[in-house]
Nanobody
Framework: QVQLVESGGGLVQAGGSLRLSCAAS?????MGWFRQAPGKEREFVAA????????VYADFVKGRFTISRDNAKNTLYLQMNSLKPEDTAVYYC????????????????WGQGTQVTVSS
């Protein structure tokens, strides 16, 4: 089992940037970021393989967000640039024992989430 703790959320103006972090108790998992806005279903944002060599992104964040990991620190990151009000959501990191990509049901472990609010 792996424990996941997100941090780095907050309030930012449109066009600004934030970097989310997810501290994990192990680096032996593929990892992903998801988000959930009020009244909406949780949706995929980005995922990275165990080694960090391969990444996938949702179309709506391509070119704006970057997922990365530092396995020496057991930490997952999400660099978010050019933020928009529609990016407002609770952001969750998740871990999978296999490659789950954008499949929400493919992840075995979830963090508690961190709130990101983008003002217009």
């Amino acid at each position: 089992q792996v424990q996941l703790v997100e941090s780095g959320g907050g309030l930012v103006q449109a066009g600004g940037s934030l970097r989310l972090s997810c501290a994990a108790s192990s680096s032996s998992y593929s990892m992903g970021w998801f988000r959930q806005a009020p009244g909406k279903e949780r949706e995929f944002v980005a995922a990275v393989t165990r080694s960090g060599a391969s990444t996938v992104y949702a179309d709506f964040v391509k070119g704006r967000f970057t997922i990365s990991r530092d396995n020496a620190k057991n930490t997952l990151y999400l660099q978010m640039n050019s933020l928009k009000p529609e990016d407002t959501a609770v952001y969750y990191c998740a871990a999978s024992q296999r490659w789950a990509g954008g499949s929400l049901t493919g992840y075995d472990y979830w963090g508690q989430g961190t709130q990101v609010t983008v003002s217009s």
